[in-house]
């Protein structure tokens, strides 16, 4: 082997060892991380020794203090409660009035059609027109009577 090649090999085994060393501190320290427990909060002692009452009236305490955080969140579910009943109530209501209104808008319509219907009168010469100036005669009749229609309907008058 020449020289060449054997500096080339020995490169290559201090970048192997090298990446092997990275790779074990790695593992070392993730599994340091991973494995350890986390660090044990001491328990404050006190240094005097409570008596029987003393220890009942904390219990007490403690007892109350469950009960008014329990009448607490009871007290805050019962107005989310209340107000998604609100939501609720107010989603119905839309939903019904949107109905009316489609309803409404409807009966309108089918009123506007019949008044439309009373209203307009073809004239006998539109029934066949024979020649294209008849034709556009009749066109614009329906228009003028159109926009009449439109606008006393709008007023009210029909």
């Known amino acids: 082997m020449s020289e060449f090649e054997s500096g080339k090999n020995f490169q290559h085994l201090v970048i192997a060892a090298v990446a092997g060393a990275v790779c074990v501190f790695a593992l070392v320290t993730l599994a340091d991380r991973v494995l ?10 006190p240094l005097t020794q409570s008596t029987p009452a003393q220890n009942n009236a904390a219990a007490e305490a403690a007892g109350l203090e469950e009960e008014r955080q ?6 805050e579910r019962l107005q989310k409660e209340k107000e998604q009943s609100a939501i609720d109530q107010a989603r ?8 009316l209104n489609a309803r ?3 009966n309108e319509q089918a009123r506007k059609d019949a008044a439309w219907e009373r209203f307009y009168k073809k004239p006998k010469k539109c029934d066949n027109p024979a020649d294209n100036t008849a034709i556009v005669e009749c066109g614009n009749h329906y ?5 009449r229609f439109e606008k006393l309907f709008a007023d009210g008058k029909l």
């Open 36 to 45: 350890l427990p986390a660090p044990v909060k001491p328990v404050e002692v």
């Open 70 to 75: 329990a009448s607490v969140a009871k007290q």
């Open 92 to 99: 119905r209501e839309q939903k019904l009035q949107e109905a």
């Open 104 to 106: 409404n808008a409807d």
């Open 143 to 147: 228009l003028r009577e159109q926009q």
